[in-house]
C-alpha cells in the first residue's frame, strides 16, 4: 500500500510541475527574479534605440532586477522579431516592436517567419511619432490644399522622397495619394540624410519625413502638415494632415510598442502594463520622447494594443495592394 501511496504521490507531482510549466504560474509567483532582456530591432545610438533605453532606465526605479537592451538590428526589424517570437513566455524577453515589425512586414514579404498576431503578447504601445509634410520653399503651394490640388494638374511631376521602398514613410505618402486622389512620383532614399539634403537643394519637392523640423526653422523647407490623428502637443501650430488637407481620417503614425512571446502569464503582461504606464506619466519622459522622436506617450492597454496591430494590418495591406508596392 505504501509503495502505491508513493507512487500515485509521484505521479501527481509531475502532473502539477507539468501544469506548471505549461501555464507559466511557477515563474509568474515570484516574477521578476532575474535580469530582463528588451530587444531593440534597432542599431545602438537612433531613436527606437533611445526610446528602448529611456524605457529600460524608468522600469528599473521599480522593478528589482536590472532591464537591459539588446540591439539586434537587420532583415526590416524581422531578426529582432524572429528571436523574441521563439523565447521562453516567461516574461524575461521582450521585444520593443514598431509599425514595420507588425503591421506592414506582414504584407510586405512572402516568407516571414513569424506571426504578428499569434507570436506576440501586446503589452503596451510606448509612443508614437508621425511624418511631417514638408516641401521645397519653391514649390507655389503653400498649404495642403494647394499641394494637392498642383499634384491633380501635374500628374506624376511632383517627386516625394522616402525612406526606402515599403518603409512607413513611403506608405504614409502612398495612403496621401490615395485618400488625396493625385498621383506622384515616389523617389526612395537608403540614407535619410540624403533625402533632407535633396528636398533642401529642390531635387525632390515633398517629403513624408520626420528629420525635416531643423531645416524648416531655418527656412530651408516648409512643413504643411503633420500626418498624426491629432495636432502633437509639441508643435501645436501645425494641422494635421486630415484637417490641413480636407482628408478625414487620414493617420499615418509610427509606433513603437512592447512585446512579449505569446503565451505570457497575463500577471506578467498586466505588470507591464503598469509599470511602463508609469513610467510613461512623467513630464520628463514625456518631453525626452518628444525630443528623441518628435512624438506622443501613448501607454495603452494589452487590448488596445492587439486591435491596433489588426487594424494597421490591414489598412497597410491594402495601400501596399493599391498602390502595387514592391521590394527591391
Known amino acids: 500500500m505504501a509503495v502505491g501511496r508513493t507512487a500515485a504521490a509521484r505521479s501527481a507531482a509531475a502532473g502539477a510541475l507539468f501544469l506548471l510549466g505549461v501555464t507559466g504560474a511557477a515563474p509568474a509567483q515570484d516574477y521578476p527574479a532575474k535580469p530582463v532582456r528588451l530587444i ?4 545602438a545610438g537612433g531613436g527606437a534605440d533611445q526610446l528602448s533605453r529611456l524605457v529600460s532606465t524608468g522600469v528599473m526605479k521599480s522593478l528589482p532586477v536590472p532591464v537591459v537592451v539588446e540591439n539586434k538590428p537587420g532583415a526590416s526589424t524581422m531578426i529582432a522579431a524572429e528571436y523574441v517570437a521563439n523565447a521562453a513566455p516567461d516574461g524575461y524577453t521582450l521585444l520593443m516592436a514598431t509599425v514595420t515589425t507588425l503591421s506592414i512586414n506582414p504584407a ?12 506576440f503578447a501586446p503589452l503596451t504601445v510606448v509612443a508614437s511619432t508621425p511624418f511631417f509634410v514638408g516641401t521645397h520653399p519653391s514649390l507655389p503651394a503653400k498649404n495642403l490644399r494647394e499641394l494637392i490640388q498642383l499634384a491633380k494638374n501635374k500628374p506624376g511631376m511632383l517627386n516625394v522622397g522616402s525612406s526606402g521602398n515599403g518603409t512607413s514613410s513611403h506608405l504614409a505618402g502612398e495612403l496621401f495619394n490615395d485618400m488625396a486622389g493625385v498621383r506622384t512620383t515616389h523617389v526612395p532614399y537608403k540614407a535619410t540624410a540624403t533625402r533632407a539634403t ?11 519625413a520626420n528629420d525635416i523640423l531643423p531645416f524648416a526653422q531655418a527656412g530651408r523647407v516648409r512643413i504643411l502638415a ?3 490623428a491629432r495636432r502633437l502637443s509639441g508643435y501645436p501650430e501645425i494641422p494635421t494632415v486630415a484637417e490641413a ?5 487620414y493617420e499615418a ?3 513603437y510598442g512592447l512585446v512579449a512571446p505569446a503565451r505570457t502569464p497575463a500577471s506578467i503582461v498586466n505588470k507591464w502594463h503598469q509599470t511602463v504606464g508609469e513610467v510613461l506619466a512623467d513630464a520628463e519622459v514625456k518631453r525626452k520622447i518628444m525630443s528623441i522622436l518628435g512624438g506622443e506617450v501613448i501607454g495603452n492597454s494589452p487590448a488596445e ?4 496591430i489588426t487594424s ?6 491594402r495601400v501596399i495592394k493599391r498602390a502595387n508596392v514592391k521590394l527591391d
Not at 245 to 249: I, K, V
Not at 312 to 317: E, N, R, T
Open 40 to 43: 531593440s530591432a534597432h542599431a
Open 108 to 119: 510586405l514579404f512572402p516568407k516571414i517567419r513569424y506571426d504578428a498576431v499569434k507570436d
Open 198 to 208: 535633396d528636398l533642401v537643394s529642390g531635387i525632390i519637392q515633398v517629403a513624408f
Open 226 to 228: 503633420v500626418t498624426s
Open 245 to 249: 488637407g480636407g482628408l478625414p481620417g
Open 253 to 255: 503614425s509610427v509606433w
Open 305 to 308: 494594443f492587439a486591435a491596433l
Open 312 to 317: 494597421d494590418l490591414g489598412k497597410w495591406a
